[in-house]
C-alpha cells in the first residue's frame, strides 16, 4: 500500500523564521510529487517534483526530491503570517488506477 | 474566470437522508475527482471519472455515488448508506488522468470545498 509521511505535523515559527518541511514516501512505481498548501479551504497547487536533485522555486518557497531515500523537502524562507496554513504532500503512482495518495499535512502557523 | 465551483459551502444532513453535493467546472478538463477530508487524515479519494458516462471507485466508495453526464459537472451523493458522512469534501479536476507524456497534464486543481454536518 502507498504511504506518504509528512513531519512535522504542527510548527509555530515566529516571522522572519525559515522553515523546513518534511514529506517522505514509500510508492509502487512513483511518478511525481506534489506539494499543496491550504489556507481556508481549496488546496493550491505550489510544485510538481519529478527528478532527483532539481529544485523547484517560486519566490521564498522552494523543494527538492530525493528518489534515492524517497522525501521531499519544502523549504520557507523570510517566512510570513500569511504563510500559515496547511501544507499537504501528495505522490503520485504510475498504472492505470493511478492517484494521488496524500499525507496527513502539516500546519504551519507564523506569528507576528 | 476559470476554475472549479463547489456548492453549497455548507450542508446539513438528516438521518436517512440523501444528500448531494455539487462540483462544475469551467477549465475544460477531462478528469474529476471527489476526496474526503477528515480532521487529522489526509485527503482520501472516493471516486474519479476520467471521461463523460464513465467513473470509478476510489480508496472509500461505499456509501457514495456519483455520476458524470456532463465533461462540466461531477456531483457527489452522500446516500443513508454512508454512516459517517460527517466531513469536508473537495472536488478536484485535471486536464488529464495518468498521462505519461505531459506529467503537467496531471495536476490536480481543487475547489473551495463542501462541509457537511449531520443533524
Known amino acids: 500500500e502507498d504511504k506518504v509521511v509528512q513531519s512535522p505535523l504542527s510548527l509555530v515559527v515566529h516571522e522572519g523564521d525559515t522553515v523546513t518541511l518534511n514529506c517522505s514516501y514509500e510508492v509502487t512505481n512513483f511518478r511525481s510529487l506534489l506539494w499543496y498548501k491550504q489556507e481556508k479551504k481549496a488546496p493550491t497547487f505550489l510544485f510538481m517534483l519529478t527528478s532527483s536533485g532539481i529544485e523547484k522555486k517560486s519566490g521564498r518557497l522552494s523543494s527538492i526530491l530525493d528518489k534515492k531515500e524517497l522525501f521531499s523537502i519544502l523549504n520557507i524562507t523570510a517566512t510570513q503570517t500569511g504563510d500559515s496554513a496547511v501544507y499537504l504532500c501528495?505522490?503520485?503512482?504510475?498504472?492505470?488506477?493511478?492517484?494521488?495518495?496524500f499525507g496527513k499535512g502539516i500546519t504551519l502557523s507564523v506569528r507576528p | 474566470d476559470g476554475g472549479i465551483t463547489q456548492s453549497p459551502k455548507y450542508l446539513f444532513r438528516k438521518e436517512g437522508q440523501n444528500v448531494t453535493l455539487s462540483c462544475e467546472q469551467n477549465?475544460?478538463?477531462?478528469?474529476m475527482y471527489w476526496y474526503r477530508q477528515d480532521p487529522g487524515q489526509g485527503l482520501r479519494l472516493i471516486y474519479y471519472s476520467q471521461i463523460v458516462n464513465d467513473f470509478q471507485k476510489g480508496d472509500i466508495a461505499e456509501g457514495y455515488s456519483v455520476s458524470r453526464e456532463k465533461k462540466e459537472s461531477f456531483p457527489l451523493t452522500v446516500t443513508s448508506a454512508q454512516k459517517n458522512p460527517t466531513a469536508f469534501y473537495l472536488c478536484?479536476?485535471?486536464?488529464?488522468?495518468?498521462?505519461?507524456?505531459?506529467?503537467?497534464?496531471?495536476?490536480?486543481?481543487f475547489g473551495a470545498g463542501t462541509r457537511l454536518s449531520v443533524l
Open positions: 477549465l475544460n478538463h477531462d478528469a
Open positions: 501528495a505522490v503520485e503512482a504510475t498504472g492505470a488506477n493511478s492517484k494521488l495518495t
Open positions: 478536484a479536476s485535471s486536464i488529464d488522468r495518468g498521462g505519461q507524456l505531459n506529467l503537467a497534464k496531471n495536476i490536480q486543481y
